[in-house]
C-alpha cells in the first residue's frame, strides 16, 4: 500500500515512469531534471514567509520539526508566468491553505504557485529542489483573501504573520 501512494505521489510530480526511473543506470538521468535537483536543510524562524512564487521544477519537502504553512492557488498554471503578476482566474475561491507539520511530506509540482510561511512554531524542512524560483507581485493580497480560501475553516485571521503580510504587501503595491 506504501508502495502503490508513492507511485501515485511520483506520477504526480512529473518526473517520468517510476519503474523506468528507478531502474535507471544513474549515469543515464545526467542533463534530466533529476541531475538539477538538489538538497537543502531551511531553518524557518517563527512568522516568516517567502513572497508569492513559482518553481520551473518539482519541489518535494519533508518537515523535520515545526510547521509550515502554504497558501496554493487551486487552479495552477502549466507553464512559467513571465508577466511577474499572480494570475487570478476571478473564480469566487482562489486558493487554499495547507499545513504541513513534523513527518510530514508534501510536493509542490512543476510551475505551481503557492507562498509558504510558518506561525508561532517555525519549521525546519528537508528540500529537493532545484533552487531557482520566480517571485510574483500579488497586489491585490489575493492569496490572503479570507473570503477566497477554499478551506472550510480557513486558518488564515488573527495570526501575527497575517499582521506582518498586510504590512509587507502594501509595500509592494
Known amino acids: 500500500e506504501r508502495l502503490a501512494r508513492w507511485r501515485e ?3 504526480a510530480l512529473d518526473l517520468g515512469e517510476y519503474d523506468a526511473v528507478a531502474a535507471a543506470d544513474p549515469s543515464s538521468l545526467e542533463g534530466s531534471l533529476f541531475s538539477s535537483l538538489r ?6 524562524e517563527p512568522n516568516r514567509h517567502f ?3 513559482q518553481h520551473p521544477d518539482v519541489e518535494v519537502e519533508f518537515v523535520l520539526c515545526g510547521a509550515l504553512y502554504e497558501n496554493r492557488l487551486i487552479s495552477q498554471p502549466d507553464h512559467m508566468i513571465e508577466t511577474g503578476e499572480l494570475p487570478d482566474t ?3 475561491k482562489l486558493f487554499k491553505v495547507a499545513r504541513h507539520v513534523g513527518g510530514h511530506f508534501f510536493s509542490n509540482p512543476r510551475y505551481s504557485i503557492h507562498q509558504s510561511y510558518t506561525q508561532e512554531e517555525g519549521v525546519v524542512i528537508l528540500v529537493l529542489w532545484c533552487g531557482r524560483h520566480n517571485n510574483l ?3 491585490q493580497r489575493a492569496l490572503w483573501a479570507e473570503g477566497r480560501c477554499q478551506n472550510p475553516f480557513c486558518e488564515l485571521g488573527g495570526h501575527p504573520v497575517t499582521d506582518l503580510l498586510a504590512g ?6
Open 51 to 53: 513572497p508569492v512564487h
Open 90 to 92: 476571478r473564480m469566487p
Open 137 to 139: 507581485k500579488d497586489k
Open 39 to 44: 538538497w537543502s536543510v531551511l531553518i524557518i
Open 9 to 11: 505521489e511520483f506520477a
Open 168 to 173: 509587507i504587501s502594501k509595500e509592494d503595491s
